[in-house]
């Protein structure tokens, strides 16, 4: 809102040759309450404008020695002065000279002789809008300021959540490291039992950590999306094979269904989608303890849907991804708890099941930044089934007419079976195949020398970035585990300094307590060959050892 006219709060100089205009000019403005100060002479102007700023400038268009076109040229040339309006006063009334002063500059003219009221009106005008422009220019300054706070304090709650993550992941790593390789012990079924609640109960409270940072990040706004082109198929064969265990434990009768108007391949973000679904199938065989889960996927016309907000849509494609169970249902009045941050639908619930509630907040969430929908439709008693809506491109030759296809029962529909994934190679020893660890915790170095030699192959450790490129001056390794996250030099700098000072070509695994897919790229771009999340998994640290030597 634009404050009160004040003519005192202004103050305005007046620039003439001759005496008696000035005392005419000073005495109209004064008399109305505007502050003013004077110069007889294009030079005098220059001369006092170094020692005080004005508000307005009333210029005679006409002087000696240097006249104000000239006069008001060099104000405009100076990023100090040149805001301040110029009107111009002239007995000329020729259209060439009005023109030139309005080249130079001046935003108005009053001609000789002044009309009290024409001027006053004139300077007013001219002072409200460089009020209101002030206004705004401030305005637009404490915007900046804020939002300069806003990203420093998002930055700082960035490299909280990283730092989080890594300590809270680095001694879990620890405990689920240390209880994996107990259990490859000669231990009594009792001893086996209670090593294997405790990496039960490990493996829950990761879960539970990493809901909780996943939720943190996306509210600071610390997540972005990545557009990446992959086979569709590929990824719900990859999470049927990750859930078919837990469905066959409990009798379940599991399958997916992927609609052939669907491209293999598309492009959307493949870990957050996969994060997604993971979450959903999480909740569904949770609270499923007979019948069916069935996943469905359709293609999907944004643009001839109302139920999208079609002016938040960059993409006019999209799929429909359903995941139907047969579980205990949620009551309609519940419904609306579903997607909040630590809700359970019922407390008997909580107390049966377990959970913060953390899953389904997170897709909502993710699916929010994807520009996608996502509900529910629950009988309660009879099952639940949740859908979401997700903005995906595909490539220019594998678009086409689609059109949707009418829903039919999921019950009648067949069953695709993916291919089962062939049992781990057992490994033999392998002695030829020299290995570095670098690692600043003591606990996770023992952790990973003591996993790499149940696996049959000989390692050597450091504590940090610093002590590798020494130790590789010194000795020759074939691959290098390398933490991310170390003092003295980290993970990432050590890579780059490896891949410039050596020649061989080391393969380095990077270790990493963050698990975001852009942490993957950060790896990949300082020159690591792959990289492994924190907990480290006998069974994946098998597989890369595996895939790389």
């Not at 016309?301 to 079609?310: A, G, R």
Request: aromatic letters at 6%; charged letters at 30%.
């Amino acid at each position: 809102m634009t404050k009160e006219f004040q003519p005192k709060k202004f103050l305005i100089l007046v620039v003439d040759d001759m005496t008696q205009n000035l005392q005419i000019l000073m005495s109209m403005l004064e008399k109305v309450g505007y502050n003013t100060s004077f110069a007889t002479s294009g030079k005098q102007t220059l001369d006092r404008l170094t020692k005080v700023t004005p508000d307005l400038i009333l210029l005679d268009l006409m002087m000696p020695d240097l006249d104000g076109l000239e006069v008001c040229k060099r104000l405009k040339a100076d990023p100090n002065l040149q805001d301040i309006p110029v009107i111009f006063l002239t007995a000329s009334h020729e259209p060439e000279k009005l023109l030139e002063a309005f080249e130079q500059g001046a935003v108005d003219y009053v001609t000789k002789p002044f009309k009290t009221a024409e001027l006053l009106a004139r300077v007013k005008t001219h002072l409200e809008l460089k009020q209101a422009r002030d206004e705004l220019k401030n305005m637009a300054d404490e915007l900046k300021i804020a939002r300069d706070s806003a990203l420093e304090l998002a930055n700082l709650k960035t490299q909280f959540l990283a730092n989080m993550s890594h300590e809270i992941r680095t001694p879990m790593n620890g405990v689920l490291g240390m209880t994996d390789l107990l259990l490859n012990t000669k231990l009594d079924p009792e001893q086996s039992d209670y090593l294997q609640i405790l990496r039960s109960s490990g493996e829950t409270l990761l879960k539970l950590i990493d809901d909780i940072l996943e939720l943190s990040k996306l509210e600071v706004g610390a997540i972005k999306l990545s557009s990446d082109l992959f086979n569709l198929n590929n990824l719900f064969q990859e999470i049927f094979i990750l859930f078919k265990p837990q469905a066959t434990q409990k009798s379940l009768d599991f399958s997916y269904i992927i609609d052939q108007e669907i491209p293999e391949e598309i492009i959307a973000d493949r870990f957050y989608l996969q994060k997604i679904l993971h979450n959903l199938l999480d909740n569904s065989l949770k609270f499923t303890s007979q019948g069916q889960i069935i996943i469905n996927v359709k293609s999907h016309d944004l643009e001839v849907k109302n139920t999208i907000n079609k002016e938040k849509i960059t993409s006019n494609y999209g799929l429909l991804i359903t995941v139907k169970d047969t579980g205990i249902g949620i009551a309609e009045k519940d419904q609306d708890k579903l997607f909040k941050s630590f809700s359970q639908v019922d407390a008997s619930n909580t107390r049966k099941y377990g959970g913060t509630g953390l899953g389904l907040a997170v897709c909502k969430h993710l699916i929010d930044l994807m520009e996608g929908q996502i509900g529910c439709e629950s009988v309660l008693g009879k099952g639940s089934n949740f859908w979401v809506i997700i903005p995906i491109e595909i490539k220019e030759k594998d678009k086409k007419n689609n059109q949707i296809i009418p829903e039919e029962k999921l019950t009648n529909q067949e069953k695709i079976e993916p291919k089962k994934r062939k049992p781990p190679v057992e490994l033999t020893i392998n002695k030829k195949t020299k290995i570095l660890v670098v690692e600043d915790s003591l606990i996770n170095r023992k952790v990973l020398l003591h996993q790499i030699k149940l696996m049959g192959y000989f390692a050597n450790a450091v504590n940090n970035g610093q002590e590798a490129l020494e130790e590789l001056e010194k000795s020759d390794y074939d691959l290098i585990f390398m933490d991310c996250q170390m003092p003295v030099l980290d993970g990432y700098e050590t890579s780059i300094k490896i891949r410039h000072q050596n020649d061989k070509n080391y393969i380095i695994i990077g270790l990493t307590a963050n698990t975001n897919e852009n942490d993957r790229q950060k790896c990949l771009e300082a020159g690591m060959n792959d990289y492994l999340t924190k907990p480290l998994a006998i069974d994946s640290l098998k597989e890369t050892l595996e895939k790389w030597t």
